[in-house]
């Protein structure tokens, strides 16, 4: 049973995400642009999948916060990191621009490469390479 | 609707991965576990709910697909700007530890303060992105 929760879990989140992402319009770059495009034809619907989803998500996570553990009783792994600092700011910086050059943020361009979106390909290998870059660049140091 | 249902249908899910697996339901992070680990010839075993999540998250349009058409998306950005645009999205998500869903969502959803201010730097550099592209430069 409980090895059965451990592999339907995590796979039935993700299945669900990602319907989520679907469902919401976060697949199609072009909607994503037109959202962060204020001076333009402003789209401001996406505004609501985040809204949407931290209303759910709110009470759950506050459980979690307090009780320090899952619903079977294992521990929560909880980011440990703590204060504002260069990488935090300077790494939300650079996301931003990337986001607003192309329309798409990791959930989505996974999702979008499985659905077939062509181009999408290039935008999921550069970014799997800038996500080892910064852990190979930090091992160097 | 459609974008409320879909966020009431991410949020549920990060829900379902905190309570059930233990863990933050950030893409970033679901990305960099194993692909590090198969960049240092670590095993895979400890990277097993990270990949679970991948692929429940890959096979969503193909379950979709069973029920309906996908939704029309358009990627208008050509190939130099997706190389750009894809090194910036993982450096910056790597550096900051999270993106739209580990911050935007889930770090919101605990009331984290790091996470709010990642949020608030990524939406305006998103907003400024698109402004200084569409309208400065008027391309």
């Not at chain 1, 333009?40 to 759950?60: C, K, R």
């Not at chain 2, 998306?73 to 993982?90: F, I, N, R, W």
Request: hydrophobic residues 60%; aromatic residues 6%; positive net charge.
């Amino acid at each position: 049973m409980d090895r059965t929760l451990k592999t339907l879990a995590p796979l039935l989140a993700g299945l669900v995400f990602g319907i989520g992402l679907i469902a919401a319009g976060m697949t199609d770059p072009a909607k994503v642009l037109a959202f962060l495009d204020l001076a333009g034809a402003w789209d401001p619907s996406l505004a609501l999948v985040m809204g949407g989803a931290i209303a759910v998500a709110l009470v759950p996570f506050g459980w979690a916060k307090r009780h320090r553990r899952t619903l079977t009783g294992e521990p929560v792994q909880w980011p440990t990191a703590r204060g504002l600092d260069g990488r935090l700011l300077g790494g939300g910086a650079l996301f931003g621009i990337g986001w607003g050059l192309a329309g798409l943020c990791p959930g989505p361009a996974v999702v979008a490469l499985a659905a077939g979106l062509e181009g999408v390909w290039v935008f999921v290998l550069a970014m799997l390479a800038g996500l080892l870059a910064v852990d190979l660049f930090d091992a160097r140091r | 609707m459609a974008a409320l249902a879909g966020g009431v249908l991410i949020g549920a899910a990060s829900a379902l991965y905190l309570l059930l697996a233990g863990r933050i339901a950030g893409i970033t992070g679901i990305l960099a576990g194993p692909l590090l680990a198969l960049a240092r010839r670590r095993p895979l075993a400890a990277q097993r709910p990270q990949l679970l999540f991948l692929v429940g998250l890959l096979a969503a349009p193909l379950v979709w697909r069973l029920f309906a058409p996908l939704p029309e998306a358009t990627l208008s950005a050509g190939t130099g700007v997706l190389v750009a645009a894809g090194l910036l999205v993982g450096v910056g998500t790597r550096l900051a530890n999270g993106c739209t869903s580990g911050h935007g969502v889930c770090g919101l959803a605990r009331l984290s303060p790091r996470s709010l201010v990642n949020v608030l730097v990524f939406m305006g550099a998103g907003f400024a992105t698109v402004y200084v592209v569409r309208h400065a430069l008027g391309a």
